[in-house]
């Protein structure tokens, strides 16, 4: 998009640019990296890693370059959707990445934004921005994922407050979590999208349980989570009780256009710099599929730009977020492949003797990850082919019955 920059643009970029320079290294592309290091099965690296993560979030808020679109009132710099994106283009020519830190910003921030109490903005969003909590998404289950709102933790009310029990699954980052955002049961007498609310829930209250799913990078990214009988206060409530679908929905949306958009340490300036160090740049083949790694690239940053436009002027995105997502999960599969195929036979190697440290083995191994992370692919599909395209919706036959009536 720089290259269509307006003058108001040109000096922003040329402000970003020059905070990078003062505040940042250049990316070198190698495992000199840090933030390379999300893959990194090793303990010690992963926290390290995180340290770093929050330590570049405290240094964005500090400086007044944390959150760029959201509002000033909470550490925001309520800026546009275009300076969002030039700054997210700067950024990633150097050594820096928000990680989880920025996920979780992206996944609680509109909800808290849209729906939560003045006191929970004033609590919750500045610490958050920077990076001084951390946070974790409590939504799906072994028996709700693709259908989520069949969800069955429950919520039951306790005093001033509520008891929740239940298990989730597919937690991104719960192990280093200070507070979930959390959706329970609390009315199974309604139909199933009616009878839930969406709650914060404290990580370290007791009860809580954080069990890692190790995956087959030797990375544990996901979590199961057990919750029993944990204490949760009436004023965590996020918007109205048996109501929390809505802000849900407004999760999910940011989710999904969240990983749709993402910055990744395997963009297209690695996978060059791995292609040169392959010694493979005049190959014809190679460079017609840099070419659509760059193409991918770029067009997933206008379509994200298209979407942050809409909802930041109250309009509904043209763009749906599962194209995003969809066509993120595509680009991310078609890049790293196209790194690994550019090594030739030396990336079967792993460990010691793969070349570059075998990043790019784990972020060919890593690359399933993203077509669970924020909804199935064919869940989006299902979605894109309702929403996007108008096609007649699946048969819901459970959709206006009593839950309880469904379990039974």
């Known amino acids: 998009m720089h290259f269509r920059d307006t003058a108001e643009e040109a000096a922003f970029r040329a402000e970003a640019r020059a905070f990078l320079e003062a505040h940042a290294t250049p990316r070198t592309g190698t495992d000199a990296d840090w933030s390379r290091d999300a893959s990194a099965a090793d303990p010690a690296t992963q926290a390290e890693f995180v340290r770093r993560c929050r330590a ?58 849209r729906f939560g109490s003045d006191a929970q903005r004033e609590r919750f969003l500045r610490p958050l921005l920077r990076g001084d909590e951390m946070w974790c998404q ?43 955002i959390l959706l329970a049961r609390t ?69 999904a256009g969240m990983i749709g958009g993402a910055g990744q340490s395997s963009g297209y300036d690695a996978v060059l710099a791995a292609v040169r160090a392959a010694g493979r740049t005049d190959d014809p083949l190679v460079r017609q599929e840099l070419a659509r790694v760059w193409t991918h690239q770029r067009l997933l940053e206008f379509l994200r730009y298209r979407m942050q436009s809409a909802i930041l002027a109250g309009r509904r995105p043209e763009v749906d977020p599962s194209v995003l997502k969809n066509l993120f ?34 972020q060919v191994t890593g690359q399933f990850a993203s077509r669970i992370g924020g909804g199935t692919t064919e869940v989006h599909r299902t979605m894109i082919g309702e929403r996007a395209l108008g096609l007649p919706a699946e048969p819901r036959t459970d959709k206006d019955v009593p839950w309880v009536a469904t379990v039974r």
Do not use: C
């Not at 069955?152 to 029990?165: C, I, M, N, Y």
């Open 56 to 113: 570049w979030a405290a240094t964005l808020y500090d400086a007044g370059w944390a959150g760029i679109t959201w509002p000033r009132a909470y550490g925001g710099r309520g800026g546009t959707p275009a300076q969002s994106v030039i700054f997210s283009q700067e950024a990633a020519a150097y050594d820096v990445t928000l990680g989880f830190v920025g996920a979780a910003q992206q996944l609680v921030g509109p909800p808290l934004l």
């Open 138 to 180: 409590l939504f799906s289950e072994p028996g709700a994922g693709s259908d989520l709102a069949a969800l069955s933790t429950r919520a039951v009310p306790d005093g001033d407050g509520w008891r929740v029990s239940g298990q989730k699954v597919w937690t991104s980052g719960a192990q280093h979590a200070d507070f979930g």
């Open 187 to 255: 009315d199974p007498e309604r139909p199933k999208h009616k009878g839930i609310t969406f709650f914060i829930v404290d990580m370290r209250s007791d009860g809580v349980e954080v069990r890692p799913l190790v995956q087959a990078t030797g990375l544990a990214h996901f979590n199961e989570v057990f919750l029993t009988d944990v204490a949760v206060r009436s004023d965590a409530v996020v918007g109205d009780v048996h109501g929390g679908w809505a802000p849900a929905r407004a999760t999910l949306a940011s989710e």
């Open 329 to 362: 999960v595509a680009a991310l599969a078609h890049r790293v492949e196209t790194a690994l195929d550019a090594t030739g036979a030396a990336g079967m190697l792993d460990g010691i003797d793969a070349v570059d440290g075998g990043f790019w083995q784990r």
